[in-house]
């Protein structure tokens, strides 16, 4: 059985479609998506389809639920905001409907899925420190759970009595380990590197490993830029930044 994860996609279909056809040469059997659908790309509603015909299981973003209005905006900066509320204007209803039905954590035999953080998944705080890692560990409802929300992909290990920070983007799953698992971002990346980001997770080999894919970043940021969301959300693909 192999899983095929990934989140924040934020509207960005090229990055999608090359995700998604990475994926294909992977022998996925199931795929999960752990939210930010929507939100500073220009094409939320493909992105909606194609994640329906996957099929993938998907939890909810602060951006999907801002888009529809589950979330308040108030605590979004300038860009977030307009891509928001331009999102909401251009949505269809079937993409809307799918939205709203998210839940915020998904969990089946092996794995959970949240896209920000435990206790409070709708405070949607941000895996920013060790001493958080640390603290959310013991609240995972099985040994590895799935984040996304800071766009840069990480793996956590929980050692006996410590958390660590694993410098590599693969690893060998110990099942006596506890794992939190940043898959990063398909949409924007924010780690440097604008390729977009997914994880594979291999339960018969015990394996776990985050990839990244090239996409045609030109034709998002054309999208961006012919759909009048701001300009910024256009350059940043290119830096991953
Ligand atoms: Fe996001």
């Known amino acids: 059985m192999r899983y095929g994860i990934f989140s924040d996609v934020h509207g960005n279909f090229p990055a999608l479609q090359a995700v998604v056809k990475a994926l294909a040469k992977e022998s996925i059997d199931e795929y999960y998506c752990v939210g930010d659908v929507v939100g500073y790309g220009a094409d939320p509603d493909e992105c909606i389809r194609l994640i329906k015909e996957l099929p993938a299981v998907c939890v909810a973003g602060n951006h999907d639920w801002a888009v529809v ?13 307009s891509a928001v509320v331009w999102t909401r204007e251009h949505l269809s209803q ?16 092996t794995i959970a899925l949240v896209h920000a953080t435990l206790p409070h998944p709708e405070e949607f705080d941000y895996l920013s420190d060790i001493n958080k890692v640390t603290a959310m560990f013991p609240l995972i409802p099985k040994n590895i759970c799935f984040i996304g929300h800071t766009h840069v992909p990480e793996i956590f290990i929980q050692q006996p009595g410590r958390s660590v920070w694993c410098d590599t983007m693969s690893v060998q799953v110990d099942q006596a380990k506890k794992y939190i698992v940043n898959v990063g971002s398909v949409g924007q990346p924010r780690d440097g590197n604008p390729q977009a ?6 339960l018969d080999k015990n394996t776990m490993a985050i990839k990244r894919t090239r996409y045609d970043i030109h034709e998002a940021q054309k999208r ?17 930044e």
């Open 94 to 109: 079937e993409g809307f409907d799918f939205l709203n039905q998210l839940d915020m954590i998904y969990e089946n035999n």
């Open 197 to 202: 980001a997914y994880c594979i997770y291999d």
């Open 69 to 81: 209005g589950r979330v308040d905006v108030e605590y979004f900066n300038s860009w977030a905001k």
């Open 224 to 240: 961006i830029l012919k759909a009048g969301l701001p300009p910024f959300l256009a350059d940043r693909l290119s830096s991953g």
